[in-house]
């Protein structure tokens, strides 16, 4: 955990002390310090605050291994959107209750251990993925998914064979990385859609998908184009 207030990192490590399936690995101050141990020790989950004198918590967060994901504390609120925008599995605001920490933790473990699920797996039961929804764990064919709808902290997948969308409590990022990138894209901050389910393609950006009609933004056009060059039958 990495926060330049002493306080603030005792307080922290009194909860993971109350918390049976977290190990504390190491506490720190000064970010930069943080970033040579993480690099080094590689750990699972890192709680970083945001605001932090000579490297901010979002700027730290790019620099650590891709296997390390985050938990962000702050008092600022406004940091929250863009904390989803990093590999981040939640969002921390201070003061922190125990009960918020705690929630967050669950959520942490929860995603590796259906990351470890997903990497057991046999190859050919790689088509399904397992969805956290009304606190179940659902089974969901990865066929029947026709695009993913983030919301705040929410994700809702659309699918094929049921009217309305499953919600689960995830990010856009999480849910991006446990998609496989070869029958899934990101078009959109807020929409990652199931390429063997779009029926048309406007030159305005707009994607026909289902009965949705999702726009396709400038940041991630390029790939999308290249996309269709590549399953294009006129070039």
Known sequence: ??????????MLEGFVERTPFLELEASFNDPVEAL????????ELAFLDIQMPDLDGMELSRMVPQETRIIFTTAFKQYAFESYEVSALDFLLKPIRYQKFLEAAEKAREWFALKEAAESAPAQEKSTAFIKVDGAL????????????GMKDYVMFHLASVR??????????AAEEMLPAGQFMRIHRSFIV?????TSFSPTGDLKVGDALLHVSDAYRP?????????????
Do not use: C, N, W
């Open 138 to 149: 659902r089974k969901v064919e990865l066929a029947d998914i026709l695009y993913v709808e």
């Open 194 to 198: 199931a390429l063997p389910h779009i």
């Open 36 to 43: 040579s141990a993480i690099k080094t020790r590689k750990p």
């Open 1 to 10: 955990m990495v926060d330049d207030e002493p306080l603030a990192v005792k």
């Open 223 to 235: 790939a999308f184009d290249a996309y269709l060059k590549d399953h294009s039958l006129i070039q």
């Open 164 to 173: 309305g969308p499953l919600v689960t409590h995830m990010t856009m990022k």
